[in-house]
């Protein structure tokens, strides 16, 4: 007996309160909203850096242009930026749309769908990144034993743009690294025993 005089026994103590599911549910999605949006922007800026960054060098007589498809690694960062800002603002559109709504996801194949490709895109971007930092190490310090030579000396501009628009892509990477535990979370709560039963899907 408590002090209002209403008796409370273990059996019936409320553990998980329907405010509280409704609030962890707008703070879920609140946080996957502003995660999408600097991916997308994170991708765009890197490159828009990587992208129109060039710069000319004379080499005895020979006028040589430096440009990210000169490096395979390169072209593979743009190409998952692109991606990556594209499927971002994709599920910007649908995030914002289910807020308006006022819904919450509550359908599993969707949750699949957006899961998988969350994880994709995570891989995706930690694979680019990984790519083109190697490559840009390789850049700046070169490697002797392969004879190949550090050309960060010779084109300096070119080399620190390029690794601004490094440093953007790995913020996108973690960002979507992020995103996927956010994603996984709410997937995986649709199959625990405190789902709302009558929320509306997306």
């Keep these: 007996m408590n002090n209002l005089g209403v008796g409370i026994s273990p059996g019936n103590a409320l553990v998980y309160h329907g405010t509280n599911l409704k609030v962890i549910d707008r ?7 502003v995660i999408r949006c600097l991916i997308c922007g ?11 960054d060039s710069q000319v060098k004379e080499i005895f007589t020979i006028r040589k242009k430096a440009r990210f498809t000169d490096t395979k690694a390169l072209v593979f960062l743009v190409v998952a930026n692109g991606v990556s800002a594209a499927y971002s603002l994709i599920q910007v559109v649908r995030c914002v749309v289910g807020m308006v709504r006022g819904r919450v996801l509550v359908h599993k194949p969707l949750a699949w769908a957006i899961f998988t490709g969350d994880q994709a895109m995570a ?18 310090f070169g490697q002797t034993e392969l004879q190949w030579m550090n050309i960060c000396n010779m084109y300096v501009k070119f080399c620190n743009q390029v690794g601004e628009g490094i440093a953007m892509a790995l913020l996108v990477s973690v960002c979507a690294v992020a995103l996927s535990c956010i994603s996984a979370f709410s997937l995986f709560r649709l199959f625990g025993k405190n789902k709302a039963k009558g929320s509306s899907g997306w």
């Design 42 to 52: 994170f991708s765009v800026l890197s490159d828009l850096l990587i992208g129109t």
């Design 123 to 140: 891989y995706l971007n930690v694979a680019a990144v990984g790519a083109a930092a190697q490559s840009a190490v390789f850049a700046k």
């Design 27 to 33: 703070r879920v999605r609140v946080a996957e909203l």
